[in-house]
C-alpha cells in the first residue's frame, strides 16, 4: 500500500461533518480506504477517523493541512493530521524491570511500532545493555525526594532536544511531579500492574493476592496529575488460582503487563485513541 | 433514539463512494449517527454501513429506495435499506436440546433481538412446553430420510406463509436438502458446537475429546450446501482439561453455543454482518 | 459411575496428613478416584480434598463419619464428608432480573447442579410465573426499611422449615442484616455485577461506563457483613468499547452475571471451595 | 523453600496406590507440600504427582530411586523422580524468526524457566547474534533435501554431547526424521501457529484468513512421527477481524506463539504434563 494521510477529527455533533470531510477528501480525487464516524450518545460529542491514499490526491503533502483548517474552524472541530510514513520520536523510561523494554524494542525491530525510539531514560544504570543491544542511547538520571524536580527539569531538556513527541513508562517506578506531567497531556502512556480501578498505587499484586481475586489485569493509560486515574487506552486480564503465591501473579502480571502496554502504544501511534475526559475513544 | 435508518452498500472500490453516500444523507438533511467504512485489501471490495437519524430525513420512509436506487446503479453498489423500528421475523428450529431456544426466547423477552419470533419449528415435539411458555407458535415435522424432501416442503410453504426472513437453527441436528437451503441464501444461521474448521460433521466433542484438547469452541455460520463450511459469523472458545469427560465438554459447550448463537444472530438482526465468498465483514 | 463419598479435609500443616487420610480409606477397602493436597504457604494451612467410590467400601455410609471422627480430632482437622448421590437443599432469592434465575433452574433441570431447589423467595411478586413454569414454590416478602427485620425472621423460619443449607442471590437487590448473614456463614452466595473490588455498592455498570474500562465484569461471592466484601469464588469479565452504552454494559454484564454465578454454586454443591479469611480455595 | 522432590507416578488404576505411595514419604519422615491423584474414566490411567520436602527425609536423595524400586515394580507403575533444584538440559532450535528465542531466553533470565539452556541450533546463522546476547552457544546446520540426514546425525551427537534432555522448536521450520523423532519421545516440544486441529500444515494464518476464521490460535504439542499430530500440551487463542490482513495475523499470531510455548516449556520443565497416546494430563 502506498503512504496514507489519517486525519483525527472530533467536535459537538452537527449536521453534514461527514459529508463535509468526504467531499474534501474527495473533491481532491482522494480514495478513502478507512473511516469510521462516531457519534457518543452520553455527551454529543462526534469522532471521525478517516484514512485515505495519498497518491494520486491533488492537494501536496505540506498544504493539506492549511486546505483543511478553514473547514475545520467552521465546524468548530479539533483535528489532527498524520502521515502513515512519518514516525513519531518516541522515548522510553524505565527502572530496572526489563520486560517492557524489551518487548517494546523487539516490537519496534520487527516493524510492529511505527515511531522512532529515540532514546530511553532510566533512574538506574541497570538497563543500560538492554539498549545497547538494540543500539538506543541510553541516558540516566538517578532520582531523590531532593533532586526531582531538577532532574526532571534536565529530562525535559533532553526530551526536548530530541523533539519527542510521545513518553512510554515501562515500568517506571518514578511518580512525575505534575509540571512535567502537563508537559504532555495525553502524550504519557503508563503501564500498571492491575485491572483499575481496582488495586490502585503500590503493591498491587499483593492486594490482589489479599483480596483473594480469581483474575488479574494490567492497565494501560494515559498519566494525568491523579496516580493512576488517566483515561484508560487498554486492559486485559488472567486467571489465577490459590495455588499462585505473589510471586507468581507478578510473574503471570509480567506477560500481561508486556502485552497490554504495547497495544496502547501501538494504537497511540496509529492515532486509533482521543482521550475525553476521563474515557477514551479507541478506533480499531 | 428516534427511529433510525441504516444503508448497508458493498461493491468494487471506486473514488468518492463514502462522500456520494455520505452527501445523499446529508443533502436531504439526515444526521449521521454512525458510519464504517472499510476497503478490503485482498478482493477490492468495499463496505459501507452507515445509519441516521429518520427525524427531518427529508425524504419519506417509503420512498428513500427509490431515491437512493440511481446513485447505487450508477456505481454498481449492491445495498441494503433498514429501519431500526422494523422488525425480521424468524423461524427458530430446533430437535431436542433446549438450551439455545430458551436462551434466544429469553434475550427476545428481554429486548435484546430487535426480531418477532415468528415460530418454532421441529422434527420432534419435545420442546413445545418452552415455545408455549413463551407464547410462540410451536410446530413438528418428522423427518425421515424418504420424508425429507416433502416435510421440507411444508416447512417452505409455512416459512413463507409467516413471512420468515431469517431462519436460526438452534441445534437443530437434520441437516438440509441443497434446495431448502438456496432458499434462504445467507438468511439462515447454524450453530456448530466446535471451533470450525476442525471437527466437522458429527460427535465434535467426542472427536475434541480424543484429539485432547485444551480449549473447545463453537462457531456460528451461515448454511451453504457443504456442510459446516458456510461464512463464519462468529466464534468463541473455552478451557478445558484432561479432568473433562466428554460429558462435561458438552456441559461447558453449552454456554459456549448458546452465547455464539446469539451474538450472530443479534449482528445479523442489526445488519451487521455481510458474507462475502467464505468470509464475512463484521461491523461491530 | 457408582455413588462416591468426598471429604474436605484442613488445618495446620503437619507430617503424614495425606498419609493417614489415604490409609483409612485404603484399610476400609475403598478406592481413591480424586485426590488433591495442597499446602498454602502463606497461612501453613493444609487442605486435602479426597473422593472415593462407596462401592466396595467396608464402613457403612451412617458410619463413616464416627470412624473418621477420631482421626481428624488427634490431628486438628476440620473436616466435611459428602455423598455424591445426596443432594443440597438451595434457596434462590430474587427480585425482578429474570436471567440468573432462569439459568440456574434450567442448569437444574439439564442435571448440571446436583441440589435440590427447594423454592424461591423474592422481594416482589413479578418473577412467580417462571418458578411456577419449573414447578418451583415461590414466596414473597415484600421489604421496606421497616419491616425488614420482621420479614427476614419469617424468611429465616420458612428456610429451616425447609431445611434449605444454600442460599443463592440471583440478583436479590436487598442487603441483608448482619443477624441473616450469620446464620449462613460461606453458605450464602452473591454475584456481583463488576469485576471486585472495584465498583463496590449500587450501579456498578454505570461507574464503569464513567471510569472509560475496556472490560466489564462480575464476581461471585460468598456473604459477609461487608457489603461485596466477602470471599470470591468465582470472576469473569468481558470486553466492552466506547460504543457500548451504560445500557449495553447491562446486557453484556447479563450474560457474564449468570454463567459467574453459576459457576460459583456448582463449584459450592460439588464441595470444591474452602473459604479461609478473605481467599476462597477453589479444587476444579 | 527448601528443595524438594517430586515424583510422577502412572499406571493401570489399583486400590492402595495414594496411600502406598504417601505412606512412602510420611513413613521415611517427609512433608508433602503438594500431591494430585487422578483416574481417567476413559482409560483407567492412574496418574499421581507428589512433591515432599527433601528436608528431615531419612533417604538420601541418591537413595530415594532405589528405594521406591520395588513398591513400584510391585504395582506396575511407571515413574519418574525429579528435584526442584537439578536443571534439565535444554536445546533451542530456530530458524530465522527471532520472537520466541528471544521469549525463552528473557524467561530463562528471569528466572521462570528452570533449566540451562545449553545451546541453540539453527539452519541458518542469522540468530547468532541474540544467542550470543544471552551468553548461549548458536550452532548452525544448514539443511538441504540431500543433506538432511547426515546433519539430523550431526544435530544428534552434539545433543548427546550437550546433555540435552529436552528440545524446544521455536519456530524451526524443518520437518525432522522419523528417526530424529524417535530419539527424543515427548522430549521435544513444537510451537505450531494454528489452533490445532485445524489448519495443519504450511501457511496457517493464511488458511485461516481464506477460512474467515474469528479466532486464530497456537498450539503447543509433542512431536511424533506424524505433523502437527502429536500430543496438546497448551494452546490459546486471540480474536481476529475481517479488517485484519493476513500480516496482521502473522503479528498477532507471535503473540500467541510466544506465550503458549513459554507456558508448555514451562509445564514440561516442572514435569507437570504426562502424554498418553494423543492426549496429555496436566497437573497445574
Known sequence: MSATATMFVSGPDQRGLVARIANFIFENNGNIVHSDHHIDAETGLFLTRVEWELEGFR???????????????????????????ERQRVAIFVSKYDHCLYDLLLRHA??????????????????????????????????????????????????????????VLARYLQVF????????????????????????????????????????GATSHYVTERLDDGPIIEQDVMRVSHRDTVEDLKRKG????????????????????????RRTFVFE
Open 110 to 167: 520487527s516493524g510492529e511500532l511505527r515511531c522512532q525510539v529515540a532514546l530511553v531514560v532510566s533512574n538506574h544504570p541497570d538497563l543500560r545493555p538492554v539498549a545497547e543491544h538494540f543500539r538506543v542511547p541510553y541516558h540516566v538520571f538517578p532520582i531523590t525526594a531532593a533532586t526531582k524536580q531538577e532532574q526532571e527539569a534536565r529530562e525535559l531538556a533532553l526530551l526536548q532536544q530530541h523533539g519527542v513527541e510521545l513518553i
Open 59 to 85: 492537494i501536496s503533502r505540506p498544504e493539506i493541512a492549511a486546505s483543511f483548517a478553514p473547514l475545520a474552524e467552521g465546524m468548530k472541530m479539533t483535528w489532527e493530521l498524520h502521515f502513515s510514513d
Open 254 to 277: 509480567r506477560d500481561l503487563e508486556r502485552v497490554v502496554l504495547a497495544r496502547a502504544v501501538r494504537l497511540h501511534l496509529e492515532h486509533r485513541v482521543l482521550a475525553y475526559g
Open 177 to 216: 511531579t505534575p509540571e512535567f506531567v502537563a508537559r504532555y497531556p495525553n502524550r504519557m502512556i503508563n503501564i500498571h500492574d492491575s485491572f483499575l480501578p481496582a488495586f490502585v498505587g503500590a503493591g498491587p499484586y499483593k492486594q490482589a493476592y489479599e483480596r483473594g481475586v480469581k483474575l488479574i
